[in-house]
């Protein structure tokens, strides 16, 4: 088990030190998911009301925009380096790399979105710092993270990854999105937590579906 964790920690840590030197995934997620706010915010001219409708489709279209494209870039790196093979033949579970892989999407999922708060905060003139939304995103990124790094997996090894991973991995994420759309309306609409309650259990019952899942396919994706 020491080890496990040993060799998950390795992994992450190697992706944050590259993105840090990098930055790749963070500039261009943030300008991406920043740009289609601003400009949301300046097609639909809302009104208060209608605000509160729409603001949370429209930030859960920049948060999946935004995931989408860090997923898409999660193997690149060691697939275009030669790499991803020098991984698969250390002595290690393919479940460990997985997890690795699968923490290292949420963190620059997660930075992402706490920069992303602000600026949704500022252009809809809504708050978005209330504990009920913040636990519908963080418990919906982990599910985003959990199957997309799966399929970020399984894109990678295709001629046009950029376009195979959402046409594969957004159909099988839909009913997180659509749990955190109803979710997060209920919320900012100032519901209780029994309003918000149905999109909750859906987020929950898909990301333990894919947390238990996700591994197991992923050891067979990557014997391929």
């Known amino acids: 088990m020491t ?4 060799t998950v920690a390795a992994i992450l840590w190697k992706d ?6 990098g930055k790749d995934i963070v500039t261009s997620v943030l300008g991406f998911a920043i740009l289609s706010l601003v400009i949301f915010n300046f097609a639909l001219r809302p009104s208060p009301r209608l605000t509160l409708d729409v603001a949370p489709g429209i930030l859960w279209v920049a948060f999946t925009f935004a995931g989408v494209l860090g997923l898409t870039r999660a193997f690149v790196l060691e697939k275009d380096q030669g790499n991803l093979q020098g991984l698969l033949l250390t002595p290690t579970g393919r479940d460990a790399l997985y997890v690795g892989k699968m923490l290292a999407s949420l963190v620059f999922m997660l930075v992402s979105e706490v920069i992303l708060l602000p600026v949704f905060a500022i252009l809809f003139n809504i708050s978005p710092f209330q504990p009920g939304l913040l636990l519908v995103i963080f418990l919906a990124t982990v599910g985003f993270a959990a199957i997309g790094t799966l399929f970020s997996a399984m ?4 001629r046009s990854r950029e376009i195979m991973l959402p046409v594969m991995f957004l159909p099988i994420v839909m009913p997180i999105l659509i749990g955190s759309v109803v979710a997060s309306a209920n919320i900012l609409d100032g ?8 999109g909750i259990h859906i987020i929950i019952v898909f990301d333990v579906l894919s947390l238990v899942i996700s591994p197991l396919l992923f050891e067979h994706i990557m014997q391929e």
Do not use: Y
């Open 3 to 6: 080890g496990f964790w040993s």
């Open 16 to 21: 944050i030190i590259s993105e840090l030197r």
């Open 155 to 158: 894109a990678v090894n295709t």
């Open 191 to 198: 519901g209780g937590w029994s309003d918000a309650a149905r």
